[in-house]
């Protein structure tokens, strides 16, 4: 069974930048995706970036493509999955969730493992 948690959301002024973190417990397999997503209140859950667990690959949403970055913690992180988001705006506000997939996808029901969602508001 896999469990993740994500940490790092908060309050933050437009243009400011945060970290999201996403650490996996129990076995990813090599082949897997991690993807970060993000609901806003009253609006379907979206595709934010994606990364294969072996790092060898990222996916952006347009939205986010040169703001933000998908990585994989180092050697004594390896279990964490990173999303650093530089100037952040208003509509960037979300829970954002951390997911796990067999394969890289774009779309949500792809991701059989979610976290619990942490909140990001970015304030104008």
């Known amino acids: 069974q896999v469990q993740l948690v994500e940490s790092g959301g908060g309050l933050v002024q437009a243009g400011g930048s945060l970290r999201l973190s996403c650490t996996s417990s129990?076995?990813?397999?090599?082949?897997?995706?991690m993807g970060w997503f993000r609901q806003a209140p009253g609006k379907e859950r979206e595709f934010v970036a994606a990364?294969?667990?072996?790092?060898?690959?990222?996916?952006?949403a347009e939205s986010v493509k040169g703001r933000f970055t998908i990585s994989r913690g180092s050697a004594n992180a390896k279990n964490t999955v990173y999303l650093q988001m530089n100037g952040l705006k208003p509509e960037d506000t979300a829970v954002y969730y951390c997911?796990?997939?067999?394969?890289?996808?774009?779309?949500?029901?792809?991701?059989?493992?979610w976290g619990q969602g942490t909140l990001v508001t970015v304030s104008s």
């Open positions: 990364i294969k667990w072996s790092g060898s690959s990222t996916y952006y």
């Open positions: 997911a796990a997939s067999p394969t890289l996808s774009y779309t949500y029901t792809s991701y059989a493992y």
């Open positions: 129990g076995r990813i397999f090599s082949s897997y995706a």
